[in-house]
């Protein structure tokens, strides 16, 4: 949780450098923060037979899900794509899906996919889904119920410097945390700096700093060179 420029992408593509199969739907139909992970854009879902191979095999996955925006249309057309793979996923399971703009995919002006995010961030565990949701500030859970999940069955909550007390106050709520202790503790957060809360209010609180974003070579996406055909997770080929 932090607010824009905060450094939340840099931050999830940290955290992803230790999964192997990652779904990125990109809210905003263009996003040129996710643009420069170099990860593969996909516009299809089911995903195309190359991915499906790769996952068969054990090879990592990592790819931005979406077409670019240009018009009201083409954002209707990515909004039902992202709601389309954010209801596969629980089916699918294995996937960690990082929800770089929650806020958006969540609301219902905007994709809509709240009911599906609040299903996963709840029960998706035990299907080996593992979700990373960023968000903006607590009190976007008024227009986006996920977000009230998201905090609340999250093992750990990340955030960034922020002044606003509500903010703080939420925050000690749900870690079980003495709000003067997270008061002082975030506004003293340098920038580019996370402070890792877990909700065992037992466990340390640890501070992350990740490096800047180095775009990935898009050579470790190729797709295989055999031609086989795989069922593992997607049912039919697309």
Same mark, same amino acid.
């Not at 790819?63 to 699918?92: C, H, M, P, T, Y």
């Not at 945390?177 to 609180?205: F, Q």
């Given at each position: 949780?932090?607010?824009?420029?905060?450094?939340?992408?840099?931050?999830? &593509?940290?955290? #992803?450098r230790?999964?192997?199969?990652?779904?990125?739907?990109d809210?905003?139909g263009?996003?040129?923060?996710?643009?420069?992970?170099?990860?593969?854009?996909?516009?299809?879902?089911?995903l195309?037979?190359?991915?499906?191979?790769?996952?068969k095999?054990?090879?990592?996955?990592?790819?931005?899900?979406?077409?670019?925006?240009n /018009?009201? +249309?083409?954002?209707?057309?990515n &909004?039902?794509?992202l709601?389309?793979?954010?209801?596969s996923?629980?089916?699918?399971?294995?996937?960690?899906?990082?929800?770089?703009?929650?806020?958006? !995919?969540?609301?219902?002006?905007?994709?809509?996919?709240?009911?599906?995010? +609040?299903?996963? !961030?709840?029960?998706?565990r035990?299907?080996l889904?593992?979700?990373?949701?960023?968000?903006?500030?607590?009190?976007?859970?008024?227009?986006?119920?996920a977000?009230?999940?998201?905090y /609340?069955?999250?093992?750990?909550?990340?955030?960034?410097?922020?002044?606003?007390?509500?903010?703080h106050?939420?925050?000690? +709520?749900? &870690?079980?945390?003495?709000?003067?202790e #997270?008061?002082?503790?975030? +506004?003293?957060?340098?920038?580019?700096?996370?402070?890792?809360?877990?909700?065992?209010?037992?466990?340390?609180i640890?501070?992350?700093?990740?490096?800047?974003?180095?775009?990935?070579?898009?050579?470790?996406? /190729? &797709?295989s060179?055999?031609?086989?055909? /795989?069922?593992? #997770?997607?049912?039919?080929?697309?």
């Amino acid at each position: 949780m932090g607010q824009t420029g905060s450094g939340k992408t840099t931050l999830g &593509a940290f955290l #992803m450098r230790v999964r192997q199969y990652v779904l990125v739907p990109d809210a905003k139909g263009g996003d040129r923060t996710l643009d420069s992970l170099g990860w593969p854009r996909v516009r299809q879902w089911p995903l195309p037979r190359r991915y499906r191979d790769r996952v068969k095999d054990g090879e990592p996955v990592r790819v931005i899900i979406g077409i670019r925006v240009n /018009s009201k +249309e083409d954002f209707e057309k990515n &909004a039902a794509l992202l709601r389309k793979v954010i209801a596969s996923v629980f089916g699918q399971g294995k996937w960690t899906l990082w929800c770089d703009e929650g806020q958006v !995919l969540s609301d219902r002006r905007y994709v809509d996919a709240g009911d599906d995010l +609040e299903k996963l !961030l709840i029960i998706a565990r035990d299907r080996l889904v593992s979700i990373v949701y960023s968000v903006q500030r607590p009190q976007i859970g008024r227009t986006t119920p996920a977000a009230s999940a998201a905090y /609340s069955q999250s093992d750990w909550l990340f955030v960034s410097n922020t002044r606003d007390t509500r903010v703080h106050d939420r925050l000690a +709520e749900i &870690a079980g945390r003495p709000a003067a202790e #997270m008061r002082g503790l975030i +506004e003293a957060l340098p920038r580019y700096t996370w402070a890792c809360i877990g909700l065992d209010p037992t466990e340390p609180i640890r501070l992350v700093t990740p490096p800047a974003l180095r775009p990935v070579s898009t050579r470790t996406q /190729s &797709a295989s060179s055999r031609d086989k055909f /795989s069922t593992f #997770m997607w049912g039919d080929a697309a």
